[in-house]
């Protein structure tokens, strides 16, 4: 089943389950309204989407990713999940989505540069501030998301900082925004060994994915003391029993382009020592918790019943299909979804919208704090009112659901 099929069951499944109006049902699985576009730059043509699922809880928003596999289906998909993440965890925002189909390792910054400009351009229409917010996703950095609002404000024809959130600190962005999503994973992974009294340090942790939310989520871990043993980006990753240095790892990636030139497995390459592995390994190394922080449909039913962890933890959107998380539940593997998980991007970007909008400051401190406040209540009422028989996935979808509801009686 496709991704956006998928979602789509998932969400009408909940929804009659607590009896939700037919209307709603209808409404939630198809976006209100969609754009596609071409984007041209030195004779190549891109294609571009925006997806705007929602609004009954607040303007549309949600990220913007360039990626070579995004399609229509996809933006749509993940449309829908920032409606319902918003809704859960009582964000006022609704969802949206938006993407570009470009393999961005085949161009250079300037490039990708002309190319966001040129999103803004055919987006312009229908986001702005106060309609629809879009903010980064994957391969989107605070520097092309200040490169978006430079261009949504030349054309609106004055300064727009609220227009996008996520972006550099001396354009309007807020310091806590880049470390945000991968810092409220880490709130979710404490509550969660606390709910089941394990201390950090007896966590043994996997990461795929190491990029801006892995990374940061990473880095959060292993300050508090979890062990992370596994990391890796989309050519695979390194594995070192003792424990990663999360930061030195990172500062080396970065330098040489790849994590696996970081490491060899005696160190007598002039690397650091560490197995090198592939992303199949990592999703099935025995640790207590596994982190998908790449992208979707990693563990589906194929490799589902090679799962070792006792709880997987989704930061990358929809990282495990409903088909395997079916088997992990029966396994007693339990899956945290994704739409709780992740959401502490958007909870700092509703911060920084404020800012944009109001001019209101926040710190660092205050950011982390408030992801915080929305986060810990999010997981001890998910965690409560999860109903007998439905996986964490399904009881969350359900508690956005009636909080929709909730709003379209108002
Ligand atoms: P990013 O571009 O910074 O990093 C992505 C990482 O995943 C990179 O290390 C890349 O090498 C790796 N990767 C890509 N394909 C892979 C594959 N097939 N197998 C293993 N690794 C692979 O992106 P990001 O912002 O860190 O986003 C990661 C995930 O988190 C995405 O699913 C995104 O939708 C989700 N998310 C991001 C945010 C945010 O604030 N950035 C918020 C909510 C959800």
């Given at each position: 089943?496709?991704?956006l099929k998928?979602?789509?069951k998932?969400?009408?499944?909940?929804?009659?389950?607590?009896?939700?109006?037919?209307?709603?049902?209808?409404d939630?699985?198809n976006?209100?309204?969609?754009?596609?576009?071409?984007?041209?730059?030195?004779?190549e043509?891109f294609?571009g989407?925006?997806?705007?699922?929602?609004?009954?809880?607040?303007?549309?928003?949600?990220?913007?990713?360039?990626?070579?596999?995004?399609?229509?289906?996809?933006?749509?998909?993940?449309?829908?999940?920032?409606?319902?993440?918003?809704?859960?965890v009582?964000?006022?925002?609704?969802?949206?989505?938006?993407?570009?189909?470009?393999?961005?390792?085949?161009?250079?910054k300037?490039?990708?540069?002309?190319?966001?400009?040129?999103?803004?351009?055919k987006a312009?229409?229908?986001?702005?501030?106060?309609?629809?917010?879009?903010?980064?996703?994957?391969?989107?950095?605070?520097?092309?998301?200040?490169?978006?609002v430079?261009?949504?404000?030349k054309?609106?024809?004055?300064?727009?900082?609220?227009?996008?959130?996520g972006?550099?600190?001396?354009?309007?962005?807020?310091?806590g925004r880049?470390?945000?999503?991968?810092?409220?994973?880490?709130?979710?992974?404490?509550?969660?060994?606390?709910?089941?009294?394990?201390?950090?340090e007896?966590v043994?942790?996997?990461?795929?994915?190491?990029?801006?939310?892995?990374?940061?989520?990473?880095?959060?871990?292993?300050?508090?003391?979890?062990?992370?043993v596994a990391?890796?980006?989309?050519?695979?990753?390194?594995?070192?029993?003792?424990?990663?240095?999360?930061?030195?790892t990172?500062?080396?990636a970065?330098?040489k382009?790849?994590?696996?030139?970081c490491?060899?497995?005696n160190?007598?390459?002039?690397?650091?020592?560490?197995?090198?592995?592939?992303?199949?390994?990592?999703l099935?190394?025995?640790?207590d918790?596994?982190?998908?922080?790449?992208?979707?449909?990693?563990?589906?039913?194929?490799?589902?019943?090679?799962?070792?962890?006792?709880?997987?933890?989704?930061?990358?959107?929809?990282?495990?299909?409903?088909?395997?998380?079916?088997?992990?539940?029966?396994k007693?593997?339990?899956?945290i979804?994704?739409?709780?998980?992740?959401?502490?991007?958007?909870?700092?970007?509703?911060f920084?919208?404020?800012?944009?909008?109001?001019?209101?400051?926040?710190s660092?401190?205050?950011?982390?704090?408030?992801?915080?406040?929305?986060?810990?209540?999010?997981?001890?009422?998910l965690?409560?009112?999860?109903?007998?028989g439905s996986?964490?996935?399904?009881?969350?979808?359900?508690?956005?659901?009636?909080?929709?509801?909730?709003?379209?009686?108002?």
């Amino acid at each position: 089943m496709s991704f956006l099929k998928e979602i789509q069951k998932n969400v009408e499944n909940a929804a009659n389950e607590i009896s939700a109006p037919d209307f709603l049902v209808k409404d939630l699985k198809n976006p209100d309204r969609f754009l596609e576009f071409k984007i041209k730059v030195d004779n190549e043509i891109f294609t571009g989407y925006r997806s705007q699922h929602n609004n009954l809880s607040g303007p549309y928003k949600g990220g913007v990713r360039f990626h070579k596999n995004v399609s229509a289906d996809e933006v749509k998909a993940l449309s829908i999940l920032m409606t319902l993440k918003c809704a859960l965890v009582g964000v006022p925002f609704g969802g949206a989505k938006g993407g570009v189909k470009i393999d961005t390792k085949k161009y250079d910054k300037s490039k990708l540069q002309s190319v966001a400009r040129q999103y803004v351009q055919k987006a312009f229409p229908i986001i702005g501030p106060e309609v629809d917010i879009p903010a980064p996703d994957i391969n989107i950095d605070p520097e092309l998301i200040s490169i978006m609002v430079d261009e949504y404000s030349k054309i609106a024809g004055k300064p727009s900082p609220a227009s996008f959130t996520g972006k550099k600190l001396r354009d309007g962005g807020i310091d806590g925004r880049v470390e945000a999503t991968g810092y409220g994973g880490f709130v979710i992974l404490t509550e969660l060994m606390k709910s089941i009294n394990k201390d950090p340090e007896e966590v043994v942790v996997a990461i795929q994915g190491f990029g801006n939310v892995g990374y940061h989520f990473g880095y959060f871990a292993k300050r508090r003391g979890f062990k992370v043993v596994a990391a890796s980006e989309s050519a695979g990753g390194v594995l070192i029993k003792e424990g990663i240095d999360i930061v030195k790892t990172k500062k080396c990636a970065n330098e040489k382009g790849t994590i696996l030139d970081c490491f060899c497995a005696n160190g007598s390459c002039g690397h650091e020592k560490g197995e090198r592995i592939k992303n199949e390994e990592l999703l099935t190394l025995d640790v207590d918790v596994l982190v998908p922080a790449a992208v979707e449909d990693v563990i589906t039913k194929k490799n589902a019943n090679k799962i070792k962890a006792d709880h997987v933890l989704c930061l990358a959107n929809n990282p495990v299909t409903s088909g395997a998380e079916d088997i992990l539940t029966a396994k007693g593997v339990e899956v945290i979804p994704d739409i709780l998980t992740n959401s502490g991007g958007v909870i700092a970007s509703y911060f920084e919208w404020k800012k944009g909008l109001k001019g209101e400051e926040i710190s660092k401190e205050e950011v982390f704090s408030g992801i915080e406040k929305f986060l810990r209540p999010a997981f001890a009422n998910l965690r409560e009112k999860r109903r007998c028989g439905s996986s964490m996935r399904m009881s969350a979808y359900k508690l956005a659901i009636e909080n929709l509801m909730k709003k379209h009686n108002e």
